[in-house]
């Protein structure tokens, strides 16, 4: 069962995504709130599966609630996905950096929110590192020059195979891809990809990404 925690200003809104969820045996709405300081204090009440979260809301915005639901140890296994109307790319950007782990449009067709909630309480990222690049070669310039990547903090504790397979991945290829390329068997690129992300403290691949550009390792358009 995925419960699930729906947070919008709009009450209508709110109120349509919880009725498409409910009407699924597999999915329970746990609660609904109107703004990120509802969502978060919630979110700590309820241990939602995954929190359905708008980003423009008064009092706190949803990328702040975002950030302070992925910071807590408390709800490491709360997953945000983000309701949008996607004219808003660099916010989808500081959302991807606060840690959510996909996005879904206002627009939707029900059924497309429901397996993007299916999706992201599995594990799965809902942008792929190849629409993560993109994303970012809009907005995000690398944090450091290429001479820093060694110095960085988060980097610090990756072997040599994991700072390669860490490229890799951002640079969208797949876990098969990887494996074709360093001739090693998917199980053992899985495994590195689980412990870079547990190193690093990212949800998922496409926060590898956001981590490759702004440490240096990628640049936009490599």
Do not use: W
């Not at 300081?37 to 599966?49: H, K, N, Q, S, Y």
């Amino acid at each position: 069962m995925t419960h699930v925690l729906v947070v919008d200003d709009q009450p209508l809104i709110r109120q349509a995504v919880s009725d498409i969820l409910t009407g699924h045996d597999d999915i329970t709405v746990v609660g609904l709130a109107a703004n990120g300081r509802e969502a978060v204090t919630l979110a700590r009440a309820l241990l939602p599966d995954v929190v359905v979260m708008d980003i423009r809301m008064p009092e706190v915005d949803g990328i702040t609630a975002t950030s302070e639901i992925c910071a807590d140890s408390y709800l490491d296994d709360t997953r945000v996905l983000i309701l949008t109307t996607f004219e808003e790319d660099e916010y989808l950007v500081s959302a991807l950096r606060a840690g959510a782990s996909g996005f879904v449009g206002k627009g939707a067709e029900p059924e497309e929110i429901v397996r993007a909630v299916r999706a992201v309480h599995a594990g799965d990222a809902l942008l792929s590192p190849v629409a993560t690049r993109a994303l970012i070669d809009r907005f995000v310039a690398p944090a450091a020059p290429r001479a820093a990547i060694a110095h960085s903090p988060r980097l610090s504790a990756l072997t040599e195979r994991e700072r390669e397979v860490l490229l890799l991945v951002a640079q969208g290829h797949s876990n098969q891809d990887i494996s074709d390329q360093l001739v090693i068997s998917p199980h053992t690129t899985k495994t590195h990809v689980n412990r870079i992300m547990g190193k690093v403290n990212a949800h998922d691949r496409a926060q590898l990404v956001i981590l490759a550009y702004e440490s240096g390792v990628i640049r936009p358009g490599q």
